[in-house]
């Protein structure tokens, strides 16, 4: 099965210049779902994972579907004021603009092992925001895990000094 054919190409979204990647038909279908949830898997063998943290809005599909599969607590990290309770936030740079994210402040406990799951590494911003913010609770990020990685955006560079995964390159 071929993962890339479930992932549908949006030219000019969120804005004009954009070439989105649409994870609906992913989503839609069970048997392509199944199949990247085993390689989204693969790539934490062996791995000492306390909690998952997902990220909004997509990296909650299959950061829940990850912590279920791995028998561990999911963390939502939101967009602001989504979250009802205390929370610490960081600032990042998207390849469209600027955002900022919230984590609950008793959501890791410091020495947590974490796994950090989003839809697409593009530029890096959002991922190096939510490991900031793990590493800020006192968590230790043991993988950056993505359904996708935009190369050509060279994303890795801001998020260097962790492991990376993901189950499709573009």
Request: charged fraction near 25%; proline fraction near 4%.
């Amino acid at each position: 099965m071929i993962l890339k054919n479930y992932i549908r190409d949006i030219q000019g979204f969120p804005k004009e210049g954009i070439l989105f990647k649409d994870i609906t038909p992913l989503l839609l279908d069970p048997e392509a779902r199944n199949e990247c949830l085993k390689i989204l898997l693969s790539g934490v063998e062996n791995l000492k994972i306390d909690k998952v943290v997902g990220v909004e809005s997509r990296g909650f599909f299959f950061g829940t579907l990850l912590a279920q599969e791995l028998k561990l607590g999911f963390i939502p990290v939101r967009k602001p004021n989504k979250l009802p309770y205390e929370t610490i936030s960081a600032s990042y740079d998207l390849e469209y603009g600027t955002d900022r994210l919230e984590i609950h402040v008793d959501a890791i406990q410091k020495g947590d092992r974490v796994l950090v799951h989003d839809d697409v590494l593009a530029t890096g911003g959002t991922a190096k925001a939510v490991c900031e913010l793990v590493e800020k609770l006192g968590g230790v990020v043991v993988q950056c895990n993505f359904l996708m990685e935009l190369t050509f955006l060279n994303g890795r560079d801001k998020i260097s000094n962790h492991v990376v995964f993901a189950a499709m390159t573009y």
